[in-house]
């Protein structure tokens, strides 16, 4: 299956809950009339967009569809929702190295169980195909069982891993994978962290360690800080991002779990809300399951 299709397969059961029963609807042209509105608002509410996210929307979408009046509601909603979420972008890839060839550091952050490893180890796989010798950083010392499965992963992707025992401290995993990826000459490290709730203070204050000795070894590391979200979760992202943000810089957001959930339209709360640009997709377990985030074929793959 191509990149397309896969997208558009994973977000089949969001498109179900706003294409299906309003199929009619969107081919309507012109001023939205108070029925269309509430079934429109009711189909966006479904698929988890958020009360004034949905009504920016639909508002937009109107006011689009009088400038140009080909378009129906179906393409103008489409033109609208690819505006929001394209307005402001972002990439999950290490930026043009400088003369020396230094090292680009990212930290994976997030709650508990909303895929975090497995996207590190997609993206490794990725990096080091793509010629971007790889460190994986298991930063997650919490859960027994974490390291083993970075460690499977860094088998499949083909990368190296510094890993400790269980119970170890974060900070000081860090400090040893950074160290090592600076002395072996790999040009990425990238670091899982733990699952953490983003009310508990104290994880947060670990969190901010672990960001601080990635600084103190490499200059403006960690140089990207993905945020993972759930999107079986919906718009708890937003409370989610809005806690994490205020512990370390999120550079970017990373939506996992788009396969195989009906609350796709949460994205676009999540993005509107927050001003922070989605990077990258999870759309399922395997390696390959995942994409670079690209707003237009987001929109097309929810409305067409
Ligand atoms: N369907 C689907 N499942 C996913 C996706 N990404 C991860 N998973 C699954 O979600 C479960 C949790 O994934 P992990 O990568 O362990 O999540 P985590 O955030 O590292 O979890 P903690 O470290 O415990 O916080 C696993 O069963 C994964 O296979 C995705 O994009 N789609
Ligand atoms: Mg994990």
Same mark, same amino acid.
């Given at each position: 299956?191509d990149?397309?299709?896969?997208?558009?397969?994973g +977000?089949? #059961?969001?498109?179900?809950?706003?294409?299906?029963?309003?199929?009619?609807?969107?081919?309507?042209r012109?001023a939205?009339?108070?029925?269309?509105?509430?079934?429109?608002?009711?189909?966006?509410?479904?698929?988890?967009?958020?009360?004034?996210?949905?009504?920016?929307?639909?508002?937009?979408?109107?006011?689009?569809?009088?400038?140009?009046?080909?378009?129906?509601?179906g =393409?103008? @909603?489409?033109?609208v929702?690819?505006? @929001?979420?394209g307005?402001?972008r972002?990439?999950?890839?290490?930026d043009?190295?400088?003369?020396?060839?230094?090292?680009? /550091?990212?930290?994976?952050?997030?709650?508990?169980? /909303?895929?975090?490893?497995?996207?590190?180890?997609?993206?490794?796989?990725?990096?080091?195909?793509?010629?971007?010798?790889?460190?994986?950083?298991?930063?997650?010392?919490? #859960?027994?069982?974490?390291?083993? *499965?970075?460690?499977?992963?860094?088998?499949r992707?083909?990368?190296?891993?510094?890993?400790?025992?269980?119970?170890? %401290?974060?900070?000081?995993?860090?400090?040893?994978?950074?160290? =090592?990826?600076l002395?072996?000459?790999?040009r990425?490290?990238?670091? %899982?962290?733990a699952?953490?709730l983003?009310?508990?203070h104290? @994880?947060?204050?670990?969190?901010?360690?672990?960001?601080?000795?990635?600084?103190?070894?490499?200059?403006?590391?960690? !140089? !990207?800080?993905?945020?993972?979200? %759930?999107a079986?979760?919906? $718009?708890?992202?937003?409370? $989610?991002? #809005?806690?994490?943000?205020r512990?370390?810089?999120?550079?970017?957001?990373?939506v996992?779990?788009?396969d195989?959930?009906?609350?796709?339209?949460?994205? +676009?709360?999540? /993005?509107d809300e927050l001003?922070l640009?989605?990077? /990258?997709?999870?759309?399922?377990?395997?390696?390959?399951?995942w *994409?670079?985030? %690209?707003?237009? =074929?987001?929109? #097309?793959? @929810?409305?067409?």
């Amino acid at each position: 299956m191509d990149l397309w299709n896969r997208f558009r397969a994973g +977000l089949a #059961r969001t498109r179900e809950r706003l294409g299906g029963p309003m199929a009619v609807l969107l081919r309507r042209r012109g001023a939205v009339d108070p029925e269309t509105r509430e079934r429109l608002d009711e189909a966006l509410l479904a698929a988890d967009v958020g009360p004034s996210t949905a009504e920016r929307l639909i508002d937009a979408a109107e006011a689009r569809m009088r400038r140009e009046p080909e378009l129906d509601l179906g =393409a103008a @909603l489409e033109r609208v929702a690819a505006e @929001l979420l394209g307005e402001r972008r972002a990439r999950f890839e290490p930026d043009d190295p400088a003369p020396g060839a230094s090292l680009w /550091v990212a930290l994976i952050v997030g709650v508990n169980g /909303v895929g975090k490893t497995t996207l590190a180890g997609k993206l490794a796989a990725s990096l080091a195909r793509a010629g971007r010798p790889t460190l994986l950083v298991a930063g997650d010392t919490f #859960r027994a069982a974490a390291a083993e *499965q970075l460690d499977v992963w860094a088998g499949r992707a083909g990368v190296e891993i510094v890993s400790a025992r269980s119970g170890a %401290d974060p900070a000081a995993v860090v400090h040893d994978g950074v160290s =090592a990826a600076l002395a072996r000459g790999t040009r990425v490290a990238l670091i %899982d962290t733990a699952g953490r709730l983003h009310t508990k203070h104290n @994880l947060m204050a670990e969190l901010e360690k672990v960001a601080r000795v990635c600084a103190r070894l490499v200059p403006g590391a960690p !140089h !990207h800080t993905l945020l993972v979200l %759930d999107a079986t979760l919906g $718009q708890n992202g937003i409370a $989610q991002a #809005r806690e994490f943000g205020r512990h370390v810089p999120v550079t970017s957001l990373a939506v996992n779990k788009l396969d195989g959930t009906a609350r796709g339209g949460a994205v +676009l709360a999540i /993005v509107d809300e927050l001003k922070l640009p989605v990077s /990258v997709v999870g759309l399922g377990e395997g390696i390959d399951d995942w *994409q670079p985030f %690209d707003p237009e =074929a987001f929109a #097309r793959g @929810l409305f067409d």
